[in-house]
């Protein structure tokens, strides 16, 4: 499996609609979708899947963006769009919680319609956002892979089904760390991310009064063991929208080529964060987008859009 930060051809992005959970505030979550194509554009192309109902006109002023009508019944592409270029696991929306049978359909008619390629369908539940890589090494939580609402399999099963799809030598298996406001049983990608092959950037907690502490305490002790360098990138103070926590997690960037997009959240972490990175990776351009509206429906920039390589 290609670590994210191998060359992409296209980033996909699936656009968020009046008959998705986003219509009560369907123009914040366009405008910010239109702020984080801009930032793609910039270094990649995008691929915009879109409603038929949509309107694309500010999004048909940008350079370096294709479009493709596919009617969705959500936009976290992440979970549901086609994993290591051409792999087609079963997508169940988390365990059953919400509607999936567009989404679930969306590969093969996007493979066979648009990109014309072979497309490898694979009867295993498995979301993007639930597993990482450096190439070699896979992580995932067990909190999720092994959760009864997926494959209800053996860890060992499980394992073997990862390697021998993924073609990846190791599976790391994290048992700790959650964020609250986030449906997804502890994606991994909330969490913790390579961003080169020996190094893990994590959520952090320095809060001891924040519900979120002890779990990211548990995960940062959990992370020490490990053979990998460790970046840690500490969550922002707790943000509300209608009563509810939001999911904030920083772990959620985007590797675009030359260019790693990094979610803010109109928090003095956010350049902290963005600091830490660029150190770590002072050949990327950290750019930053504002993920407040996104994290609304519990996800964030990562969950929103899906890497497609180009073939080596």
């Known amino acids: 499996m290609r670590a994210e930060w191998q060359k992409c051809e296209y980033i996909l992005l699936a656009l968020p609609h009046k008959d998705s959970d986003w219509s009560p505030y369907l123009n914040e979550i366009l405008n910010s979708y239109l702020e984080f194509a801009k930032a793609i554009a910039n270094h990649c192309k995008v691929l915009l899947v879109h409603h038929e109902s949509a ?9 370096n963006i294709e479009f493709y009508c596919f009617n969705t019944n959500d936009t976290w592409i992440r979970d549901f769009g086609p994993i290591d270029n051409n792999l087609d696991f079963v997508f169940n929306a988390w365990g059953n919680k919400f509607s999936s049978n567009l989404d679930n359909a969306f590969n093969e008619n996007l493979f066979k319609n648009y990109l014309k390629k072979d497309l490898n369908k694979i009867d295993f539940i498995l979301e993007g956002g639930s597993i990482d890589t450096n190439g070699k090494v896979l992580l995932t939580t067990t909190e999720c892979l092994l959760n009864d609402n997926r494959n209800q399999q053996s860890k060992e099963e499980i394992e073997n089904t990862l390697k021998k799809y993924l073609k990846v ?6 048992e700790n760390g959650v964020i609250i406001g986030d449906d997804t049983d502890s994606h991994v990608d909330t969490l913790a991310r390579f961003i080169d092959e020996n190094t893990i950037a994590y959520s952090s907690c320095e809060d001891e009064n924040d519900e979120n502490y002890a779990s990211l305490k548990a995960l940062e002790d959990e992370l020490k ?3 990998y360098n460790l970046i840690s990138l500490p969550i922002p103070s707790p943000k509300h929208y209608n009563g509810k926590r939001l999911g904030c997690t920083y772990a959620n960037f985007v590797f675009v080529n030359d260019a790693l997009i990094m979610p803010c959240y109109d928090d003095k972490n956010d350049e902290l964060v963005r600091q830490k990175l660029q150190k770590a990776l002072p050949n990327h351009k950290i750019i930053l987008v504002n993920a407040l509206v996104f994290v609304r429906q519990n996800g964030s920039l990562h969950c929103s859009c899906m890497n497609i390589f180009k073939e080596d």
Do not use: H, I, M, S
Not at 169 to 174: K, N, P, R, S
């Open 225 to 227: 063991k490990t053979k």
């Open 169 to 174: 030598q190791e599976v790391l298996w994290l």
């Open 55 to 63: 309107n694309l006109d500010e999004f048909k002023k940008l350079n």
